[in-house]
């Protein structure tokens, strides 16, 4: 009986091998998404209300990203970190608001800054991240809609 289970186990690797060398799977390549460039944006298109709000939700996403390494500590340096990218965040998006002609757009963007600034100056940042960043990013909602 020993031989017939050490036969079953090379035949089981044998057929599994056997199936899986013959599938092939065929992708079109225009059947593939274009991948999102993150490349920067070219001078003449800065100031353009597209290109401005997918910097700001760019910046909005980059510092989500910075925040969740912080998220896990609840030491004064963690703090520290949160208060600095609220602070740099605020900063770039005072930078992308100058650059637009569109009124609805800076304003969205000076009030986005605005809460960002209040949180950095906060007694717990860590607070603000589970619950005002949460929806910050949706004050841009409207005037980048049309954008």
């Given at each position: 009986?020993?031989?017939?289970r050490l036969a079953v186990?090379?035949?089981?690797?044998?057929?599994?091998?056997?199936?899986?060398?013959?599938?092939?799977?065929?992708?079109?390549?225009?059947?593939?998404?274009?991948?999102?460039?993150?490349?920067?944006?070219?001078?003449?298109?800065?100031?353009?209300?597209?290109?401005?709000?997918?910097?700001?939700?760019?910046?909005?996403?980059?510092?989500?990203?910075?925040?969740?390494?912080?998220?896990?500590?609840?030491?004064?340096?963690?703090?520290?970190?949160?208060?600095?990218?609220?602070?740099?965040?605020?900063?770039?998006?005072?930078?992308?608001a100058v650059?637009?002609?569109?009124?609805?757009?800076?304003?969205?963007?000076?009030?986005?800054?605005?809460?960002?600034?209040?949180?950095?100056?906060?007694?717990?940042?860590?607070?603000?991240?589970?619950?005002?960043?949460?929806?910050?990013?949706?004050?841009?909602?409207?005037?980048?809609?049309?954008?």
């Amino acid at each position: 009986m020993p031989h017939r289970r050490l036969a079953v186990l090379p035949l089981a690797l044998i057929a599994t091998a056997g199936l899986t060398a013959g599938c092939a799977i065929e992708l079109k390549p225009e059947s593939l998404p274009v991948p999102f460039s993150v490349a920067p944006t070219p001078s003449a298109s800065a100031g353009v209300p597209a290109y401005v709000c997918t910097a700001a939700y760019k910046i909005l996403t980059d510092g989500a990203v910075r925040l969740a390494g912080y998220l896990s500590s609840s030491s004064d340096s963690a703090k520290d970190g949160m208060r600095d990218t609220f602070t740099e965040m605020a900063a770039k998006l005072d930078a992308e608001a100058v650059r637009t002609p569109d009124a609805d757009l800076k304003q969205a963007l000076s009030a986005v800054s605005a809460d960002l600034n209040t949180a950095a100056k906060g007694a717990d940042p860590k607070s603000y991240v589970n619950g005002g960043f949460v929806t910050v990013g949706q004050k841009l909602d409207g005037a980048c809609a049309d954008a």
